[in-house]
């Protein structure tokens, strides 16, 4: 048996293979504007016996006959995390256009979920622009950030056009970048631990999407939350992988 | 996908349309058409004059440019929308009004209120908020009599005893037919799709003989009821049943319910105005005592997220999800709507915490730019389901 589990979001695509035992392979390409031309190539001409497509592309991916199934992303997320982790309870994830959290139950499925609003506030879409507004690559922001050595500056705004123009002038008016980089954090995760606080939070707690690369964000949200955050060894692949693993039940 | 029979509702959804053309007949006629706009209104006394009693058009798709020069743009879509209709003059029903009752039902409409009346003169009730003080439905009782008052001299008829109670005896009708109508849906599987609801709930009081649409309504039940013998069904014994409860909604607000439908789920049954909301609060027509006091403690009964605290929506939200096998409960706020907003709280511990059921709470408005964030929130509610 061979699966797949296609991952179509904002930002990236993910593609995990799964042969009812391992993961033979995990791919991350960005999404750019053709996600078809994109996926077909990441799959790389390669034939499965069953895909299931997840994240904001999944219908377009059975639409378009790339998959032959499709599950949201809270459910591939909380069984990709199960999987990984069984003693999994709560999972987080910042992903490029939303983040949410996930209150898994034993077997691995959902027992109930959190969504941000509809706009960019509190995602790696967020964070990449305010990137962008410090002149710093999305890698190094975290950094960055931590070498402000907790002391930060407080942004009034989570909107990301609001806050852009509120960072360009907290630069123009002298204001340390490493500070302004560490209240850009500390923003996203007062918002994200007041999502996590409204569904309940529960250890094992798993930080999975992307932003989960970033340490600042990690360590800033481990203090707020006051408990130890899991990060999966690939974090921005936990639904594609949860994907794959779907098909794979299926098939059986 | 759910197989949706709306052939059997044509009838039904074009009452609104066809009372359009049939009021300003009435009116050369002669007759005097009263609108208003909320549940609370006591229609009865309009009634009893031999008025034509209306709702009000208070829901049609973004934008509402002009509702936007003279309202805050973050106010709840359906102020915006009835105040868009109104200056406009695109509500044939507003156009036709000769007068025009509403209420101090939330903070919003009553100011939109102000400033609509330099269109039309509007009977604004003072509505109380704590529904369980006596002084709550003393003072409702007041603004009742005040209301009859102000019709009476519109009308230049007094309005009796007797009058009062024949028109409460046909809101009593109306209120029983389309019970019994909603009811058909404790049948599981159901035999009301979630798309049917909205026709109900978006016709409720648009007759303007109200007999002849308690007629309809029963003649559609008996069909439908002849039909479910032949097999007639909507989904099947798996489809998950959803209750929608909280802000208003009408016809064209089928985002949800299509969402929901279209992802296997079923909405069957509502707790919103013009659906089940306040079709318990009804009269004892052999009460005797005086009907002005009898309307007062009906009215202050409904239980819109104004009343605070709220315990009759809660109360009436746990005997529908029992009556109709409901297996999972969305809650619908319009953006803007601070009560049933926070209210939600409420119906989360009620479903989530004593009810063990799984709850969605969406935030949106009447524009379809979310509908794929939506998407994704109900397609995962109805995973859990």
Partial sequence: MLTAGLDIGSRTIGLVEWDGERFLREDIMFTGIDP???????????TYDRI???GYGRH?????????????EIKAYALGAHHLYPDVRTVLDIGGQDSKVILVKQGGGVAGFEMNDRCAAGTGRFLENMALALGLGIKELGEHAMISAGKTVRLSSMCTVFAESEVVSLIGRGEDSHRVALGI????????????????????????GGVAYNPCMRQLLAKELGIPLTVPENPQTVGALGAALYAGQRIN | MVEVQTELFSALAETRNENAGAIITAKEEGKKVIGHYCAYSPVELALATGAIAVPLCGNKKEPFLAADNDLPHNLCPVIRSSYDFAVTDTCPFFHASDMIIAETTCDGKKIMYEILQRIKPIHVMNLPQIPDLPMSITLWESEVRRLKTAIEKEMGIEITDEALRKAIHVTNEEARARKALFDLNRNKPALLSGKDLLVIVAQAGCSIDRMSGVALIERLTEEIKKRARQGYRVGNEKTPRILLTGTPLGENDDKLVSLVEEYGGLVVAMEICGGYKSLDVRIDETDRRDPIRLLAEKQVGIPCSVMSPNKKRIQLLERMIYDFDVDGVIDLTWHGCHTYNIESYWVADLVKNKLEKPFLHLATDFSDADRETLRVRIEAFLEMV
């Avoid at chain 1, 078809?36 to 390669?46: A, D, I, K, P, T």
């Avoid at chain 1, 954090?185 to 999975?208: C, K, L, N, T, W």
Wanted: aromatic fraction near 4%.
């Fill in chain 1, 36 to 46: 078809v031309v994109n996926s077909q190539q990441l799959m790389n001409g390669h």
């Fill in chain 1, 185 to 208: 954090h500390q923003a996203i995760v007062d918002r994200v631990s007041a999502m996590v606080r409204r569904v309940g939070q529960q250890p094992r707690f798993v930080f999975a």
């Fill in chain 1, 52 to 54: 299931v497509a997840t």
């Fill in chain 1, 60 to 72: 377009l991916a059975t639409k378009r006959n790339l998959a032959d199934e499709v599950i949201t």
